[in-house]
């Protein structure tokens, strides 16, 4: 577009391609400038939960102090330092993003942050840094610092990161010129750039705090699996023995491991050789009526060192049972309309010499296994008779109250209360009803709904899933819509005479 002489119509021309590539480059600048604000708007949010987790890390391991404080202290004590100096150099940096976008009129407006004087003046004076960026770097070196004295001899790979993402030494460019590190990071950025760099830096500085506590804790975790801290637990056959019986039962370390291999066991002076699978089986006379101790030593190896465990324990005799053991085998209650599993015996009685009865009962399959399916009422007794080894019968009974199937919860894409989902995603989604903490895992089928559109007459539909005219009303919200799901009835499937309460609603919002 240059040299010699140029008409009038190509000067026009060229000034027309100026322009343009002009505005090419303005354009450019916005979307750049938009993209840094985005990504520091999902860093923030990171960041939120980030917060979210730590503190409730902290709280648990307060938690812990408070039940085992001689364990827990001394990492408690660690935690809060580090906790402080996260917080203190966390703090800081928000003040200078807050001073920052005082400077700006629209802080969500981030094609107008692509000014640099602010931190250009702050930090930064002719070719010499400032008071302020001095202190920056300052707040800097004493969190890293901070960090790695409390850390001391432990987390070595961690300290390395630190010392990585928190370094300020002088940086040299790919033309070969040093530059100071707070020159080569902010020293001419636009406002923005520098804003998310400040918030990723505040990432960084959770990220290692959360990886710090979780290693303060997973350190004592290896401690206290050491097979030193491990004790041995005598687990009877069952909890009393008549006089006469032989105990029966088992030794087991406390966290059970069918690999390990004793060296030697002796229960109350004999020495043991019956082990199976890590267990060792205890089989000798119960002894007479009372209390009676289980006294003894478990020998093991680890390393090239036997390590000894003592056994304690202690177990009692009883005499003859003139009374049953009922229980609900989940709860206290039984539900109408459900199989509830119970376990009913009499101590000391064989399965096979003990009858129990009631409307709805059933024998289930093993040893004392029943089945309660209850009819109508408020209530329901269990009468059970225990034939004792002399001929002789033993009688007891026991009442339970019978509840209905509490209310479910409505769900929509697998949510429940308050959702918000994409308009397309409603349309396909599937309508369900959940039992939340009950404990039964009951199938439910939707049979119908409703649904309200604001504007929209409400729609009944029969099944689970929209149907034509649920999705016209729907496609008719405006993104930022609250759409009411309602009225959802449900019945289990295979048992549609159990009639269930309408399910709590669902309230969406529409989110395009």
């Known amino acids: 577009m240059a040299g010699g002489k140029q008409s009038p119509r190509q000067k026009m021309i060229n000034l027309m391609y100026l322009v343009f590539i002009a505005m090419m480059a303005l354009n450019m600048s916005k979307e750049v400038l938009s993209a840094f604000g985005l990504m520091n708007e999902r860093i923030s949010d990171s960041n939120a939960s980030a917060t979210v987790r730590n503190n409730a890390f902290m709280q648990g391991l307060a938690d812990k102090v408070a039940e085992q404080p001689a364990k827990y202290q001394p990492i408690k004590a660690k935690a809060d330092q580090i906790d402080q100096l996260s917080s203190t150099f966390n703090n800081y940096i928000e003040g200078v993003k807050t001073e920052m976008l005082k400077t700006v009129k629209d802080p969500s407006n981030y094609e107008e942050m692509d000014r640099t004087d602010h931190l250009d003046q702050k930090w930064f004076s002719a070719d010499n840094m400032s008071k302020d960026g001095q202190e920056f770097l300052n707040q800097i070196k004493a969190y890293r610092e901070g960090v ?97 019986e032989n105990f029966k039962g088992k030794v087991v370390l406390g966290r059970f491991d069918n690999t390990l291999n004793f060296e030697n066991v002796v229960i109350n002076g004999n020495k043991l050789e019956n082990i199976e699978g890590g267990q060792v089986v205890l089989d000798f006379p119960a002894g007479a009526v009372g209390e009676r101790d289980i006294k003894g030593t478990l020998q093991f190896k680890e390393g090239d060192e036997i390590v000894d465990i003592p056994i304690v324990s202690k177990y009692a005799v009883v005499p003859k049972p003139n009374s049953a053991t009922i229980s609900a085998d989940k709860m206290n209650v039984v539900y109408r309309g459900v199989d509830n599993p119970m376990t009913i015996s009499f101590a000391g009685v064989s399965d096979n ?160």
């Open 353 to 512: 010499n003990v009858n129990a009865t009631a409307p709805g009962l059933s024998k289930g399959s093993g040893t004392g296994k029943y089945v309660m399916r209850p009819g109508a009422g408020k209530e329901v007794t269990i009468n059970v008779v225990g034939k004792l080894p002399d001929g002789s019968s033993v009688s007891d009974k026991s009442t339970f109250r019978i509840k209905d199937i509490p209310k479910p919860a409505g769900t929509i894409a697998g949510q429940a209360d308050n959702v918000s989902l994409p308009k397309n995603n409603v349309e396909i989604a599937t309508v369900a009803a959940k039992l939340f903490d009950f404990d039964f895992d009951l199938d439910i089928n939707v049979t119908s709904f409703k649904i309200k559109v604001p504007g929209q007459p409400t729609v009944s539909v029969n099944g689970n899933r929209m149907s034509d005219q649920a999705k016209n009303a729907l496609r008719k919200a405006p993104r930022g819509e609250s759409v009411q799901i309602f009225d959802i009835k449900s019945e289990i499937k295979g048992n549609s005479s159990i009639k269930l309460l309408p399910a709590s609603p669902v309230f969406i919002e529409i989110s395009n």
């Open 148 to 244: 790695i004295q409390v850390l001391g001899e432990e987390n070595k790979d961690i300290q390395a990161d630190i010392m990585k993402k928190f370094a300020t030494d002088d940086v040299k460019t790919s033309e070969g010129i040093t530059k100071g590190w707070l020159n080569y990071h902010f020293a001419g950025f636009p406002m923005v750039a520098s804003l998310t760099k400040l918030t990723q830096m505040q990432a960084d500085v959770k990220t290692i705090e959360s990886e710090v506590l979780s290693s303060m804790l997973a350190g004592e975790q290896v401690k206290q699996l050491s097979m030193r801290n491990y004790s041995a637990i005598v687990i009877p056959e069952k909890t009393a023995f008549f006089s006469g």
